[in-house]
């Protein structure tokens, strides 16, 4: 076969069966120059499994305090360069109320690993969210099974823990202290206790092969997650990977790409570092498989303060002018925002 059919037939495999074995993948990862097929066959799937409906979420960063010290983050403990606040629990409320009047059907919750923040305090902002009608994702990192079981019975519906990547050795290191298997056992322990399970990969961290991104892919796949969001690593001045060279944008597209094509009804989130490298990021991620945005709905100077980053999006706009902003590129591309919760409808 020519390199063209060799690689058309993968795109094809995908996009029927939804599987690949990992020398699969990494071969389209690779290759460059079929790129625009492998996007054109995610968006045909995203559209077929998904529909056109274009889910939104708002954001509440409400601490950017964390015990942890991940290398590539902004908002390690060991970054005295960052202002840290954390919101009281009287303005997530009011914040969420304000998502709620944009029109959002769910709020994602996340923060650094912040133990001022214990359970009860937790358990009384999820219950005090869930009684406005909305949704809640949490993102606030890694927690014993008690934890998260107070915060399934409090009423939340989803929880986002990243992998980072699936190469143990490789999270380790970038994961100072952490260990990789409690965060399988964090993914695991949510999947049992009922959460739609979001994780995903950051693409581009220094020491990443090709080979290890087909394996979170693979992973995605095994422990059927219902939501995954990949983005580009990048950079943090202020931290210890400040000259690293980062993730591109193509290649995290290109790892999305790839996992609608294997897990084609999830949500999939058109990510705000996406963006931050490109200023079209988000809408050519919604044409490249993504089916979820998830704007920003902190108001003020916190923005400025969840620095994860450089050159991150929104921070200087507020959450009225982000919510008209992404439901004109939503339409511009002739989708639709949905009115729905967005849960993951199990299709296939
Ligand atoms: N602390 C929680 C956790 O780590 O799961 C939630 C908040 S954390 C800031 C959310 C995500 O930000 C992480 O999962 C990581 O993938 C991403 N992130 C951190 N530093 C980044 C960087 N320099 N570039 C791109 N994404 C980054
Ligand atoms: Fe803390 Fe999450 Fe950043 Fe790691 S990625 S330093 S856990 S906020
Ligand atoms: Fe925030 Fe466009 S979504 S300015």
Known sequence: MTERSNIQALIDKAETTHTLTKDELV??????QY???VFAAADRVRQKYVGDEVHLRGLIEFSNRCKQNCLYCGLRRDNSKVSRYRLDVDTIIDFAVKAKSYGYRTVVLQSGEDEWFDVDKMVDIIKKIKELGLAITISVGEKSREVYQAYRNAGADRYLLRIETTDKELYEKLDPGMSWD???????DLKELGFELGSGCLVGIPGQTVESLADDILFFKEIDADMIGVGPFIPNPD????????GTFELSTKVM???RLLLPDINIPATTAMESLNPQGRVLALQR?????MPNVTEGEYRQLYLLYPGKICINDTPAHCRSCITGKITGIG???SETHGYRVKRA
């Not at 071969?27 to 460059?32: A, C, F, P, S, V």
């Not at 409690?182 to 695991?188: A, E, G």
């Not at 498989?289 to 945005?293: E, I, K, L, R």
């Open 182 to 188: 409690n965060r399988m056992r964090c993914l695991y």
């Open 335 to 337: 989708r639709k925002v």
């Open 289 to 293: 498989g993504a089916n979820v945005v």
């Open 27 to 32: 071969t389209l990862l690779q290759d460059r």
């Open 35 to 37: 790129e625009a097929e």
């Open 257 to 259: 790409a790839l996992i």
């Open 239 to 246: 931290t210890p990977l400040a000259d690293e060279a980062g």
